[in-house]
């Protein structure tokens, strides 16, 4: 004859925290939501307004629906605007920055993270530092130097500075660190070298935190402003940001066009990150950023 014994159900000490659990998920949803919509009414006002006709945001700015929605902003700005041109210098640009970023922080991160040598722990320490550093306070030194080497006014004015990430080499390192440290040497064993290892045996592994450096290098670098604007004179060379920012200078602006010109220039943004936004996820948690 078997005895079943019933597990007690669990009380005082024991119980679960059931409703501090339940407090805790609510109070996320409430924070994610005001969150949500700090982002969300400010882009639903752009659309709003892009829509409308310039009589009609003047005698009722307040009123997202008066005067009916039209596609006329649209359709005006894209054939005043060189805004396909701008588009086209913004995606070299990214795209340029995206490849040269993905090789240059990858090979450092693979230097911290393995190779031993003299001064690892001062390059690690200059790497920090650059975090710490604003952008701002570049600006003048990079302006003097590009110059001198005669490279304003050239895609590689932007393309050069934004190989220098930090935060980049950080990612590489930190998803390096987790390898197991026996396949490294088992590939030392078989014969095979550093470069090998790196290009063979590491990267292969790092698909996440690549496809999170390559994303989140694509974006700063499409709405990067203040470095383009000084570097780029010319106006058929400008990016999205600068050409945005440029059709502000008149006395009379037109907001339906602006506003119009903005939700083109943000648009490819959200359809770069609705479509990686699962690799941007998966790298972040799996470089293990503490």
């Known amino acids: 004859m078997t005895t079943i014994t019933q597990p007690r159900p669990a009380t005082g000490k024991n119980a679960p925290p059931a409703h501090g659990a339940t407090l805790f998920n609510r109070l996320c949803a409430v924070c994610l939501t005001l969150f949500a919509l700090m982002w969300l009414v400010p882009f639903f006002w752009a659309i709003a307004t892009s829509l409308r006709s310039d009589a009609s945001i003047t005698q009722k700015p307040t009123s997202p629906f008066a005067g009916g929605w039209s596609l006329h902003a649209y359709s005006y700005a894209w054939n005043t605007y060189p805004i396909g041109t701008w588009y086209l210098n913004s995606l070299v640009i990214s795209v340029l920055a995206v490849i040269f970023t993905v090789a240059f922080c990858s090979m450092a991160g693979f230097a911290l993270a393995f190779l031993r040598y003299r001064g690892r722990t001062a390059v690690l320490a200059l790497v920090a530092a650059g975090l710490m550093l604003p952008s701002e306070a570049l600006v003048l030194p990079q302006f003097i130097e590009y110059r001198s080497l005669h490279l304003l006014g050239t895609f590689w004015a932007l393309v050069l500075p934004s190989i220098a990430a930090p935060i980049s080499v950080f990612v590489f390192r930190s998803f390096f660190a987790g390898i197991p440290v026996a396949l490294i040497e088992a590939a030392r064993i ?89 690799q941007i996820v998966q790298g972040v948690t799996t470089t293990g950023i503490k």
């Open 190 to 278: 078989d014969g095979a070298g550093w470069w090998r290892i790196y290009a063979r045996v590491c990267m292969p592994l790092c698909r996440p935190a690549l496809s999170t450096v390559a994303i989140l290098t694509f974006i700063t670098t499409w709405n990067s402003f203040l470095w383009p604007l000084l570097v780029l004179s010319q106006t058929k060379s400008q990016t999205v940001p600068v050409g945005l920012a440029s059709l502000l200078s008149n006395t009379n602006i037109q907001y339906a066009e602006v506003m119009a010109s903005s939700v083109l220039g943000f648009l490819p943004l959200i359809a770069v990150f609705l479509v990686f936004q699962r």
